[in-house]
């Protein structure tokens, strides 16, 4: 058990509406569900997967949008890439950027094992990647490096298409984002929810109470 409950609340939404939404919605896909029994029986840090609201979100988002060039940041096992995966075209293509070489191949091995050759892994420090790229996107996914999604942010941008669309994750961290910051993550998501106002020139954005905060922008 975590020590501070007020750090690591469990959830900040209602698990019984949650698990009524599941029960009236389309079944996650089987290989979906393989993950996640692999993730959460063999990766200690297994709470970083996406949960299954989460996956209904990307794979309704990619359904309705039918991207081409799809670009994660945070791979991990490969759960979300393949909810991302699902309404991709058919000469669609996903690049998704992890940092630790374990999941790299954990989730290299789960692309493989499902026929999922239209996503690629790239082992790369996320914003080192994103800093010397120069392709567009349709879609782009931030799901990784917290502390750094203003960064992000800055570099992204210029990558995505016109009406393209951004998710990013974790923005309500926990509920935290609501109280004065007492530790670093906290406040760096401050800022960058902060940030955002003053990009209303070039996006249109929404923060959704999804899990742990959702943040859905759309490019001008
Ligand atoms: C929250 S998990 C991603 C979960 C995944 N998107 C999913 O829904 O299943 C964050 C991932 O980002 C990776 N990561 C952390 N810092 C990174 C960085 N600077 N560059 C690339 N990946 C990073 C972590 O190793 C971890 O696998």
């Not at 698990?15 to 919605?25: A, M, N, Q």
């Amino acid at each position: 058990m975590p020590k501070n409950p007020k750090i690591f609340p469990i959830t900040i939404t209602n698990p019984v509406v949650e698990d009524y939404c599941l029960s009236h919605s389309f079944k996650i896909p089987k290989e979906l569900m393989e993950i996640e029994s692999y993730t959460k029986k063999n990766i200690l840090a297994h709470r970083m997967l996406s949960n299954h609201i989460q996956a209904h979100f990307l794979i309704t988002l990619s359904y309705l949008m039918r991207p081409k060039k799809v670009l994660e940041i945070g791979t991990f096992t490969g759960y979300s890439a393949i909810c991302l995966a699902q309404g991709l075209t058919n000469d669609g293509k996903i690049i998704s950027i992890e940092k630790h070489p374990e999941f790299v191949s954990i989730a290299q091995n789960f692309f493989e094992k499902y026929n999922y050759k239209n996503i690629q892994v790239i082992h790369s420090d996320g914003l080192e990647f994103v800093k010397q790229h120069k392709d567009l996107y349709d879609l782009i996914y931030l799901d990784a490096d917290k502390e750094r999604y203003k960064e992000y942010l800055i570099h992204l941008l210029p990558l995505l298409e016109e009406k393209g669309v951004m998710i990013i994750d974790n923005t309500l961290w926990k509920g935290l984002v609501t109280e004065a910051a007492k530790e670093p993550v906290t406040r760096k998501i401050q800022e960058f929810n902060e940030f955002l106002k003053t990009l209303e020139n070039q996006i249109f954005y929404s923060l959704m109470p999804i899990r742990d905060g959702i943040t859905l922008i759309l490019k001008k």
